[in-house]
T-cell receptor
Framework: NAGVTQTPKFRVLKTGQSMTLLCAQD?????MYWYRQDPGMGLRLIHYSVGEGTTAKGEVPDGYNVSRLKKQNFLLGLESAAPSQTSVYFC????????????FGQGTRLTVV | GENVEQHPSTLSVQEGDSAVIKCTYS??????FPWYKQELGKRPQLIID?????GEKKDQRIAVTLNKTAKHFSLHITETQPEDSAVYFC?????????????FGKGTMLLVSP
């Protein structure tokens, strides 16, 4: 099992450019999440999905969109990147039972210049 | 939504000492409290968790205690080793997501000096 895999690992964008981050999991998890991690801010939830075809907003959703067309994939899109979106992005997944372990991807370091 | 406060933000100890990190939460209905460890440049990984029906859980050198009345829980690491150096995050379920997501504390950077 590969677990949770994110692509790409690093990316530099110019302000106004768009990009999509891909998260794939092979553990048959129902739930998937996108977090951003900034120094001193911990992990903040951007969007999440409780199943194929469903998405919901987290704590900091503005400027991001997501899609869950297949159970194993969760895509995070930035339509018009801003310097404030410079961050490390983590995808995670878990089973649907409340209180189960969330498995994280290795992270994507995004810099917007 | 759930508010999780974590203290201290940094903690320096000598190898062999104990380390304690504390978190408070706001939603009295929360019933699951995990702790994640993130080594430098790596992904967060679950190290221990506790549910509200128990007050303490141990796993070798780490333990977590829960006080539901006071709404706080703590991570205890005994006989610290340099490889314990990392950032530790506590978390609690978010009520406005039907408890299907977690709110994380801001993290504690633990440095264990040899």
């Amino acid at each position: 099992n590969a677990g949770v895999t994110q692509t790409p690992k690093f990316r530099v964008l110019k302000t106004g450019q768009s990009m999509t981050l891909l998260c794939a999991q092979d553990m048959n998890h129902e739930y998937m999440y996108w977090y951003r991690q900034d120094p001193g801010m911990g992990l903040r939830l951007i969007h999440y999905s409780v199943g194929e075809g469903t998405t919901a907003k987290g704590e900091v959703p503005d400027g991001y969109n997501v899609s869950r067309l297949k159970k194993q994939n969760f895509l995070l899109g930035l339509e018009s990147a801003a310097p404030s979106q410079t961050s490390v992005y983590f995808c995670a997944s878990s089973f649907h039972e409340q209180g189960t372990e969330a498995f994280f991807g290795q992270g994507t370091r995004l810099t917007v210049v | 939504g759930e508010n999780v406060e974590q203290h201290p933000s940094t903690l320096s100890v000598q190898e062999g000492d104990s380390a304690v990190i504390k978190c408070t939460y706001s939603d009295s209905a929360s019933n699951y409290f995990p702790w994640y460890k993130q080594e430098l440049g790596k992904r967060p990984q679950l190290i221990i968790d506790i549910r509200s029906n128990v007050g303490e859980k141990k796993d070798q050198r780490i333990a977590v205690t829960l006080n539901k009345t006071a709404k706080h829980f703590s991570l205890h690491i005994t006989e610290t080793q340099p490889e314990d150096s990392a950032v530790y995050f506590c978390a609690a379920p978010r009520p406005n997501s039907g408890y299907s997501t977690l709110t994380f504390g801001k993290g504690t950077m633990l440095l264990v000096s040899p």
